[in-house]
């Protein structure tokens, strides 16, 4: 299996500011590489795929960039909505997903 | 309105078995892949098992293949998941999620999942 590994495993922001969140796979996996953002109770939301490519309906202050091994998640101008554990995860085979990122006030 | 929703969680003990259902509304279930991901409390995100577009083709985890068993019903829109030889470590939230319409490997729709807990 390809193994996702996410940092920080959190961290602590204020509304306006950019957090970026990175994610190593253990071997290439092109740009096979989804987000998702999910808040305590409710069921993942995707936001991006295909490493960059933003999900319909998602804002545009998230944004993806990386190829290979190595993936960032950005997300800017930081909304009150945007507390949350985000996860990464591979699709170039059989899905894994990373330990996930939560997103805490500063 | 695209829905999915969950059903068949309980409690049951080690060794035991369950059959979750997924009810799967505002598409067509023959156009997109589907899949049971599944979160342990206060954990992260384990992919299961999924059914792929063409009818028949099914995969899954190593920690679940000879014990879990997928199945579909296209008369009556729904996604089976029977789960065997229950284990403590099976205990979790189960989400049914539809693969993207592109791309059958990442889930853009998901239910509000149904909660299996293994315990003697």
């Known amino acids: 299996d390809i193994q996702m590994t996410q940092s920080p495993s959190s961290v602590s922001a204020s509304v306006g500011d950019t957090v970026s969140i990175t994610c190593r796979a253990s071997?290439?996996?092109?740009?096979?590489l989804g987000w998702y953002q999910q808040k305590p109770g409710k069921a993942p939301q995707l936001l991006i795929y295909?490493?960059?490519l933003l999900q319909t309906g998602v804002p545009s202050r998230f944004r993806g960039s990386g190829f290979g091994t190595d993936f960032t998640l950005t997300i800017s101008d930081l909304q009150p909505e945007d507390f949350a554990t985000y996860y990464c995860?591979?699709?170039?085979?059989?899905?894994?997903f990373g330990h996930g990122t939560k997103v805490e006030v500063k | 309105e695209v829905q999915l929703v969950e059903s068949g969680g309980g409690l049951v003990k080690p060794g035991g078995s369950l059959r979750l259902s997924c009810e799967l509304s505002?598409?067509?279930?023959?156009?997109?892949?589907l899949n049971w991901v599944r979160q342990a409390p206060g954990k992260g995100l384990e992919w299961v098992s999924s059914?792929?577009?063409?009818?028949?083709?099914?995969y899954y985890a190593d920690s679940v293949k000879g014990r879990f068993t997928l199945s579909r019903d296209t008369a009556s829109d729904s996604l089976f998941l029977q789960m065997n030889d229950l284990r403590v470590d099976d205990s979790a939230l189960y989400f049914c999620?539809?693969?993207?319409?592109?791309?059958?490997?990442?889930?853009?729709?998901w239910g509000r999942g149904t909660l299996v807990t293994v315990s003697s």
């Open positions: 999620a539809r693969g993207h319409r592109y791309y059958d490997n990442y889930f853009d729709y």
């Open positions: 505002g598409f067509s279930f023959n156009d997109f892949s």
């Open positions: 059914s792929g577009r063409v009818a028949g083709y099914f």
């Open positions: 071997q290439g996996i092109d740009s096979w």
């Open positions: 295909a490493a960059s």
């Open positions: 995860q591979q699709g170039k085979n059989s899905p894994t």
